[in-house]
């Protein structure tokens, strides 16, 4: 498996940095930087820092995605999902976390939020053409490869 080494800073020593919680996970675990507990009511969203800046190379982004056990157990997701950090962007690292459970939730300091995976991307260069290629699906869109 291919690593790439990754610049990285941390705003508060606490924080742990985004690791692997398995050898064979794609994703990161990223934690909130929180003063103290936070409580998301039903339907409220908020933006949580994570206390981590990433100086990303270019050619790749780090995505946010949504914890699995926070969605089902807690209703907790990425609202933006993912979301995109770019490779020229330098801030601090927040996730926008949404509460579509029913009951409130609390969001602990340093609680797990959400996993990172880093990935490369590709940009395109547009063709302008007045014509498409033909399919078997053709322009059949939402629902349209249902059996």
Excluded: C
Aim: glycine share 10%; aromatic share 4%.
């Amino acid at each position: 498996m291919k690593t790439i080494p990754v610049r990285i800073k941390s705003i508060d020593p606490q924080i742990p940095l985004p690791y692997y919680a398995s050898e064979g996970a794609a994703g990161m675990d990223v934690h909130a930087h929180l003063e103290k507990t936070i409580t998301l009511n039903p339907g409220e969203r908020t933006l949580i820092s994570t206390g981590l800046q990433l100086e990303l190379p270019n050619g790749f982004e780090a995505q946010i995605r949504p914890r699995s056990g926070l969605a089902l157990k807690k209703g907790l997701t990425v609202l933006n999902s993912p979301g995109t950090i770019d490779s020229d962007y330098r801030g601090v690292i927040g996730v926008v976390l949404i509460n579509l459970g029913q009951e409130p939730v609390q969001i602990e300091p340093l609680e797990r939020i959400a996993q990172m995976v880093v990935a490369p991307y590709t940009r395109v260069q547009w063709d302008m053409s007045h014509e498409m290629s033909e399919t078997q699906r053709g322009a059949g869109g939402f629902g349209s490869t249902t059996v």
